[in-house]
C-alpha cells in the first residue's frame, strides 16, 4: 500500500465529511420551527417569554446567520468540541459515546445473524441449484429483501416477548435485549448477502480453475470451500463493508421499535427537538464509522486475495 493512496484516502474523507455536515447543517436551519421556543416550552412545560426566547437564542449563537453559526461550530469542532446538548446538560462527546455502544452491539449482533444465514445457504444454494435447498433459499431472501424491518421487529416482538415471554419487549442491557433486535436487522442483510454470494459463487464454480482442479480428483467439499469461496468472497466483503456503515449509522428504525438508546434514537429525538449540536455531533460520527468502515474493507481485500494490491501502482 502506498503513501499516496494513505493521502488520497484521508483527504476524500475529509472532504466527505466537511460536504455531510454543511449539507446538514442546512437542512436542519430550514426546518420548521424555532429551537429555541421548543427547547424552552420543554424546559419550562409553559410557552416561554419573547425575552426568554432572545436570551436563548444570543446564548447559543442561534441569532447568528447561518453560515457563521456553521463557521462557528467548525471552529469549534477543529479544537475537538463538539458543543452542548440543548436538553442533557452535557457535552455531545459524551452523550454521543455513551450511546454508541448500545449501536455498536446491535450492529455486531445483526452482522452475526447475517453471515451465520447468508454463508451456509448461498453455498448451499450455490453448490446444488435448481434444488429444493435453491428454490427455498431464493424465496427467503427475497422475502427478507421485501419485508419492512419496523413490521418484522413487532412481529417478532408479538410472537417471543407478549405471546411466549420468551424475551424482554424493549429496552437494553442483556443478552436477551439483543436477540430480537439482532435478527430484525440481521434478516434484512442475510437476504442480500445470500443472494449475492449464490450468485458470485455459482459464476466462479463454471470458472476454469475449478474445473482444473475437478479434474485433479479433487473433492466438492474441498474445491468448493479453498478454491471457489475465496474467489466469490471479495464482493460479499464489499457488500458487507458497505451494509456494517449503514448499520453503525444508526440502524435507525430497529433503536426506535424496540426503544434501544443508541445512536439511531437519539438521532430522532434530536431532529424533533431541533437540538442542533446533538444532530450534528451523530451525523458526523455516523460517517466517520461509515468511512472507516469501508476503509477497513478495502484494506481486507488483501487478506482475503493476496493478489490484490490496495492502492498499489496499476502495472
Keep these: 500500500m502506498s503513501w499516496a493512496y494513505i493521502f488520497r484516502r484521508l483527504s476524500l474523507t475529509a472532504v466527505t465529511l466537511l460536504v455531510v455536515s454543511a449539507v446538514t447543517y442546512g437542512l436542519i436551519a430550514i426546518a420548521p420551527g424555532d429551537p429555541a421556543e421548543l427547547v424552552l416550552q420543554k424546559q419550562l412545560g409553559q410557552p416561554p417569554t419573547s425575552q426568554q426566547v432572545e436570551t436563548f437564542r444570543a446564548e447559543h449563537g442561534l441569532d447568528d446567520p447561518i453560515h ?3 463557521l ?22 459524551e452523550l454521543l459515546f455513551d450511546r454508541l455502544p448500545v449501536t455498536v452491539r446491535l450492529a455486531a449482533g445483526g452482522l452475526a445473524v447475517s453471515l451465520a444465514v447468508s454463508l451456509p445457504t448461498g453455498i448451499l444454494s450455490a453448490a446444488r441449484p435448481r434444488g429444493l435447498a435453491d428454490h427455498l433459499s431464493q424465496a427467503v431472501a427475497l422475502l427478507g429483501v421485501a419485508m419492512p424491518n419496523f413490521w418484522l421487529g413487532y412481529l417478532l416482538i408479538f410472537a417471543f416477548s ?14 436477551a435485549h439483543l436477540v430480537l433486535p439482532s435478527i430484525t436487522l440481521g434478516t434484512g442483510l442475510a437476504a442480500i448477502q445470500t443472494r449475492l454470494l449464490r450468485a458470485t459463487l455459482r459464476d466462479t464454480l463454471d470458472a476454469e ?9 479433487l473433492r466438492e467439499r474441498f474445491v468448493v470451500g479453498k478454491h471457489a469461496l475465496r474467489n466469490a468472497l471479495l464482493p460479499l466483503l464489499t457488500v458487507v463493508g458497505l451494509q456494517l456503515g449503514f448499520v453503525l449509522s444508526g440502524a435507525v428504525v430497529v433503536e426506535v421499535v424496540f426503544q434501544r438508546p443508541g445512536l439511531g434514537t437519539t438521532l ?3 431532529i424533533f427537538d431541533r437540538n442542533y449540536p446533538v444532530v450534528q455531533g451523530v451525523t458526523l460520527l455516523a460517517g466517520v464509522l461509515f468511512v472507516s468502515v469501508n476503509t477497513v474493507t478495502d484494506l481486507a ?7 490484490i494490491d490496495v492502492g498499489g501502482d496499476p502495472v
Aim: proline share 3%; aromatic share 14%.
Design 68 to 70: 457563521w453559526q456553521y
Design 72 to 93: 462557528h461550530w467548525l471552529g469549534d469542532l477543529l479544537q475537538g468540541d463538539l458543543g452542548r446538548s440543548y436538553y442533557h446538560e452535557r457535552s455531545v462527546s
Design 162 to 175: 407478549l405471546k411466549l415471554g420468551l424475551t424482554p419487549v424493549y429496552g437494553s442491557g442483556t443478552l
Design 209 to 217: 480453475f475449478v474445473t482444473a482442479a475437478r479434474t485433479r480428483g
Design 268 to 270: 430522532v429525538d434530536a
Design 301 to 307: 481485500y488483501g487478506l482475503v486475495d493476496p493478489r
